[in-house]
């Protein structure tokens, strides 16, 4: 508890840098009121507008106010819906959340099978066709694979639709494109976790003792596999929701990653940082969590 | 362990037994032949800026608008002004237009239109400078109330083009009385019209529907639903398209022709449209195209038509003027012209004392336009073989744009500009003396008085000869190179009889059923 306790007060100093950096990013890539005015605005225009959004204050003056503003819970509006942006943050979640976890359920789906299969089967053909599997699944940008899947199986084949949000249907291939790459990161793990604990003692004394293979390995082997297999899961918490930034773009996905990136584009700055603030949340927490399962998992493991 | 095996079996298994039993979204089973479903739906890029009609100037925003909000007269482009909300109109003299509504105009909430709804709505975006629209309305003065069916506009100064204004993003008439009891932010989540449709859903960044308004003042909606959906990715869109999912799909790549033509009951359809790309140079300082024969060794060294042909699959329309056909003032002599000389353009530059070879800037933004990083890099070789080597700086949009409105572009740089006004003053103002400054510096007394004079003539007739003037002298001197003007490229599903509007606008009721 304690230990939950500190590392939680660890995170404050993080989130703190994260707003600070995003904030000066945000700022000093681009201006918003010349991409909301007109390309033939007056140069009065732009300077009323920009007056009367507060972006003629000092920088710093501005991130305090951010600031202040933030500690109540006030993430600022955004500028292109001039509605509260934490709330549209919100809205958007449930459907990045909804990808996020179909693509996990694909990448264990995929990866532990064939992790267990490829290290039981070390150097053979399978092993290797497996291996060099994950190294291509790797390698495939999310993007690419996704406008692969629609041409393949929407337009050629009609099994699944193209794009939005609907049912489950509307969610298999963006889980698939998504998961793809974390499953060949899992699978790489799964079957290198495996091998080492395949050739300890305790497994050789449990096959000694004549019990069947299937039980050697799923009860003996593979729980213990599984540790470091649950740090990679929280550890592709990151790597997923930049996935859902790419995928949800291909495939008009309406969630939070659309959100972010239609709000950059437009240098909706409320938007944006209250954005990657709930994406640093959800990753902090994400790999506490993984410490916490991880004690779970292996008594031997102690904090300080 | 077997148990967690045995969930995720089950969940897959759930999971694909959730798939064949089908969903309810129209989307399934995507056959091409979505036969005459009375629900038209219309991909486009982005979705709606917002619902605030004054607080935004996004063109495919005004495009579904016009579903559900109508404005006082419609432009009809060379067809002259229509009626819409308003019956009849008259321009009193050079500050006033009296105006008369047609009674018995409900609004999607049951009110009545009034003299009152107008000038609440004139007036907010008029007066308030925060607002985008602003500076396209702030020359309406007052709108003075007569009766419930009649009320003056008063202008500040004379106003040739009013009625362009009245007819553009920015005019729809909104609610007063709704507005005012229940406030802005209900009305941005529960927008009121006049329109032929309301609101059923928006589902941002996703859908917006629309339904049928029953107590519409004109025809009855044809549709029965319309469904707008914002699908990011071009090849996405395409693939929609292509299945049947969308009826109609915005900017298409010219890369995907070829797709989609080949493919059964869908096909391409083009217009022309209010954009033209141009280059916008530099005229005075220590800039090498402060040198007007360097301005015009430019313009004769780029084969615009070959652009057209090469990159834009001969979607573009060669032009050396940004007033098109269609736009009040339009000079038709200088459309569909381009000079191309690259021999003449060494000479000039040897005149201008470049005989061996200038260097100049020329800044674009890249990923904002159809193909626009490969169009300036192939001006640039156009540029190399006649003597001037172009330095190239490619910018993402937001950043472009901000170096736009700081001024603080170099020799050259490339944008395309639209005009929602119809109007040559909306399209030549940039040019004069007071707004050029900083940006091209053009300085021609010459232009400037006719410019100048023409924006507040009320004298149509003499306006037009003005602009037309300004026009030529322009193409003479060469602040701008004008390059071409783009068509709107739509993927249509043929089911449809669907004709593009020069104002990309998508009057839905003017879309039929074949």
Same mark, same amino acid.
């Given at each position: 508890?304690?230990?939950?306790?500190?590392n939680l007060?660890?995170?404050?100093p993080v989130?703190f840098?994260?707003t600070?950096?995003?904030?000066?990013?945000?700022r000093v890539?681009?201006d918003?009121v010349?991409?909301?005015?007109?390309e033939?605005? #007056?140069?009065? %225009?732009?300077?009323?507008?920009?007056?009367?959004?507060?972006?003629n204050?000092?920088?710093?003056k501005?991130?305090?106010t951010?600031l202040?503003d933030l500690?109540?819970?006030?993430?600022g509006e955004?500028?292109r819906?001039?509605?509260d942006?934490?709330?549209?943050?919100?809205?958007?979640?449930?459907?990045?959340?909804?990808?996020a976890?179909a693509?996990?359920?694909?990448?264990?789906?995929i990866?532990?099978p064939?992790?267990?299969w490829?290290?039981?089967?070390r150097?053979?053909?399978?092993d290797?066709?497996i291996?060099?599997?994950?190294?291509l699944?790797k390698a495939?940008?999310?993007?690419?694979l996704?406008?692969?899947?629609?041409l393949?199986?929407?337009?050629?084949?009609?099994?699944?639709?193209?794009s939005?949000?609907?049912?489950l249907?509307?969610?298999?291939?963006?889980?698939?494109?998504?998961?793809?790459?974390?499953?060949?990161?899992?699978?790489?793990l799964?079957?290198?976790s495996?091998?080492?604990?395949l050739?300890?003692d305790?497994?050789?004394?449990?096959?000694?003792?004549?019990?069947?293979?299937?039980i050697?390995i799923?009860?003996?082997?593979?729980?213990n596999?599984?540790?470091p297999v649950?740090?990679?899961?929280?550890?592709?918490?990151?790597?997923?929701?930049?996935?859902?930034?790419?995928?949800?773009?291909v495939?008009?996905?309406?969630?939070?990653?659309q959100?972010?990136i239609?709000?950059?584009?437009?240098?909706?700055m409320?938007?944006?940082?209250?954005?990657?603030f709930l994406?640093?949340?959800?990753?902090?927490v994400?790999?506490?969590?993984?410490?916490?399962?991880?004690?779970?998992?292996?008594?031997?493991?102690?904090?300080? | 362990?077997r148990?967690i095996?045995?969930?995720?079996?089950?969940?897959?298994?759930?999971?694909?037994?959730g798939?064949?039993s089908?969903d309810?979204?129209?989307?399934?089973g995507?056959?091409?032949?979505?036969g005459?479903?009375?629900e038209?739906?219309?991909?486009?890029?982005?979705d709606?800026?917002?619902?605030?009609?004054?607080?935004?100037?996004? #063109?495919?925003?005004e495009?579904v608008?016009?579903n559900?909000?109508?404005?006082?007269?419609?432009?009809?482009?060379e067809?002259?002004f229509?009626?819409?909300?308003?019956?009849? @109109?008259?321009?009193i003299?050079?500050?006033?237009?009296?105006?008369?509504?047609?009674e018995?105009?409900?609004?999607?909430?049951?009110?009545e239109?009034?003299?009152?709804?107008?000038?609440?709505t004139?007036e907010?975006?008029?007066n308030?400078?925060?607002l985008?629209?602003?500076?396209?309305?702030?020359?309406?003065?007052?709108v003075?109330?007569?009766?419930?069916?009649?009320?003056?506009?008063?202008?500040?100064n004379?106003?040739p083009i009013?009625?362009?204004?009245?007819?553009r993003?920015?005019?729809?008439?909104l609610?007063k009385?709704?507005?005012?009891a229940?406030g802005?932010?209900?009305f941005?989540?529960?927008?009121?019209?006049t329109?032929?449709?309301?609101?059923?859903?928006?589902?941002k960044?996703d859908?917006l529907?629309?339904?049928p308004?029953?107590?519409y003042f004109?025809?009855?909606?044809? @549709?029965?639903e319309?469904?707008?959906?914002?699908?990011?990715?071009?090849?996405?869109r395409?693939?929609?398209?292509l299945?049947?999912?969308?009826?109609?799909a915005?900017?298409?790549?010219? #890369?995907?022709?070829?797709?989609? %033509?080949s493919?059964?009951d869908?096909?391409?359809?083009?217009s022309d449209?209010?954009?033209?790309?141009?280059?916008?140079?530099r005229?005075?300082?220590d800039y090498?195209?402060?040198?007007?024969?360097?301005r015009?060794?430019?313009d004769?060294?780029?084969?615009k038509?070959?652009?057209?042909d090469?990159?834009?699959e001969g979607?573009?329309?060669?032009?050396?003027?940004?007033?098109?056909?269609?736009?009040?003032?339009a000079?038709?002599?200088?459309?569909?012209?381009t000079l191309?000389?690259?021999e003449?353009?060494?000479?000039?530059l040897?005149?201008a004392?470049?005989?061996d070879?200038?260097?100049?800037?020329?800044?674009a933004?890249?990923g904002r336009?159809?193909k626009d990083k490969?169009?300036?890099?192939?001006?640039?070789?156009?540029?190399?073989?006649?003597?001037?080597?172009?330095e190239l700086?490619?910018? %993402?949009?937001?950043?472009?744009?901000?170096?736009?409105?700081?001024?603080s572009f170099?020799d050259v740089?490339?944008?395309?500009?639209?005009?929602s006004?119809?109007?040559a003053?909306?399209?030549?103002i940039?040019?004069t003396?007071?707004?050029?400054?900083?940006?091209?510096d053009?300085?021609?007394?010459?232009?400037?008085?006719?410019?100048?004079d023409?924006?507040?003539?009320m004298?149509?007739?003499?306006r037009?000869?003005?602009?037309?003037?300004?026009q030529?002298?322009?193409?003479?001197?060469?602040?701008?190179?004008y390059?071409?003007?783009?068509?709107?490229?739509y993927?249509?599903?043929?089911?449809?009889?669907?004709?593009?509007?020069?104002?990309?606008m998508?009057?839905?009721?003017?879309?039929?059923?074949n």
């Amino acid at each position: 508890m304690k230990y939950l306790l500190t590392n939680l007060l660890k995170t404050i100093p993080v989130l703190f840098l994260v707003t600070l950096i995003v904030f000066l990013l945000v700022r000093v890539t681009g201006d918003p009121v010349s991409l909301m005015l007109p390309e033939n605005a #007056t140069f009065e %225009e732009k300077e009323s507008l920009r007056e009367a959004l507060g972006f003629n204050e000092p920088l710093y003056k501005q991130y305090f106010t951010y600031l202040g503003d933030l500690v109540q819970g006030n993430f600022g509006e955004s500028l292109r819906y001039n509605t509260d942006a934490f709330s549209l943050v919100l809205e958007r979640l449930p459907a990045t959340i909804e990808l996020a976890i179909a693509s996990m359920v694909i990448a264990i789906l995929i990866s532990v099978p064939l992790g267990i299969w490829s290290a039981i089967r070390r150097n053979s053909f399978i092993d290797l066709f497996i291996t060099g599997g994950s190294v291509l699944g790797k390698a495939m940008p999310n993007f690419w694979l996704g406008i692969m899947l629609i041409l393949f199986f929407s337009v050629q084949m009609g099994i699944f639709p193209v794009s939005g949000r609907g049912g489950l249907l509307h969610l298999v291939l963006p889980a698939i494109a998504l998961g793809t790459g974390i499953a060949a990161e899992m699978t790489r793990l799964i079957r290198s976790s495996m091998l080492e604990i395949l050739g300890q003692d305790f497994v050789r004394t449990a096959r000694s003792k004549g019990l069947k293979e299937a039980i050697v390995i799923n009860t003996h082997a593979f729980r213990n596999a599984l540790i470091p297999v649950v740090t990679i899961m929280a550890l592709q918490t990151s790597t997923l929701i930049g996935g859902t930034l790419i995928t949800e773009t291909v495939f008009a996905w309406p969630g939070m990653g659309q959100l972010l990136i239609q709000a950059v584009n437009l240098r909706d700055m409320a938007v944006v940082q209250a954005a990657t603030f709930l994406i640093a949340v959800f990753v902090i927490v994400s790999n506490l969590l993984a410490d916490l399962v991880y004690r779970l998992l292996d008594p031997r493991i102690k904090y300080d | 362990m077997r148990k967690i095996y045995l969930f995720l079996f089950l969940a897959l298994v759930l999971a694909i037994a959730g798939c064949s039993s089908g969903d309810d979204t129209e989307e399934t089973g995507g056959s091409v032949e979505s036969g005459d479903s009375k629900e038209l739906i219309i991909a486009n890029g982005q979705d709606i800026i917002s619902f605030d009609i004054h607080d935004h100037n996004n #063109t495919s925003t005004e495009a579904v608008h016009v579903n559900m909000f109508n404005y006082l007269v419609k432009n009809d482009g060379e067809g002259g002004f229509t009626s819409d909300l308003a019956e009849s @109109w008259e321009n009193i003299d050079d500050t006033t237009w009296s105006f008369k509504l047609k009674e018995g105009v409900k609004f999607h909430n049951g009110d009545e239109l009034t003299a009152e709804d107008v000038k609440f709505t004139l007036e907010r975006v008029a007066n308030d400078d925060t607002l985008r629209e602003y500076g396209n309305y702030k020359q309406i003065e007052e709108v003075q109330v007569k009766s419930d069916y009649e009320f003056d506009i008063i202008t500040e100064n004379p106003e040739p083009i009013l009625l362009n204004r009245l007819s553009r993003i920015g005019s729809g008439i909104l609610p007063k009385d709704y507005i005012e009891a229940e406030g802005w932010d209900v009305f941005l989540d529960n927008p009121v019209g006049t329109g032929p449709y309301k609101l059923k859903e928006w589902k941002k960044d996703d859908r917006l529907v629309l339904e049928p308004f029953e107590d519409y003042f004109g025809d009855a909606a044809k @549709w029965e639903e319309v469904v707008f959906r914002s699908i990011p990715e071009d090849s996405t869109r395409v693939s929609e398209l292509l299945t049947g999912g969308v009826d109609i799909a915005v900017n298409i790549p010219p #890369t995907d022709f070829e797709r989609i %033509e080949s493919t059964d009951d869908v096909s391409i359809e083009t217009s022309d449209s209010q954009r033209v790309m141009l280059l916008i140079l530099r005229t005075q300082g220590d800039y090498a195209t402060a040198d007007p024969l360097v301005r015009e060794a430019i313009d004769l060294a780029i084969d615009k038509q070959a652009i057209v042909d090469s990159l834009l699959e001969g979607t573009a329309t060669v032009t050396r003027t940004r007033v098109t056909p269609g736009n009040g003032g339009a000079n038709e002599d200088l459309y569909g012209q381009t000079l191309y000389d690259p021999e003449r353009a060494k000479e000039l530059l040897a005149e201008a004392g470049y005989e061996d070879g200038v260097t100049i800037k020329i800044s674009a933004p890249n990923g904002r336009y159809i193909k626009d990083k490969e169009t300036v890099e192939l001006i640039a070789t156009m540029l190399a073989e006649v003597g001037i080597t172009a330095e190239l700086e490619f910018l %993402e949009w937001s950043a472009f744009s901000t170096k736009r409105s700081d001024k603080s572009f170099d020799d050259v740089h490339f944008i395309a500009f639209g005009n929602s006004m119809f109007d040559a003053s909306n399209a030549l103002i940039s040019l004069t003396k007071e707004e050029s400054v900083g940006e091209t510096d053009y300085d021609n007394p010459q232009t400037d008085k006719l410019i100048t004079d023409a924006i507040q003539n009320m004298d149509l007739e003499e306006r037009t000869k003005q602009f037309q003037e300004a026009q030529e002298l322009i193409a003479e001197d060469r602040p701008h190179i004008y390059l071409y003007q783009v068509e709107g490229i739509y993927g249509v599903n043929e089911r449809l009889n669907f004709e593009p509007r020069l104002d990309e606008m998508f009057y839905v009721d003017d879309i039929t059923l074949n």
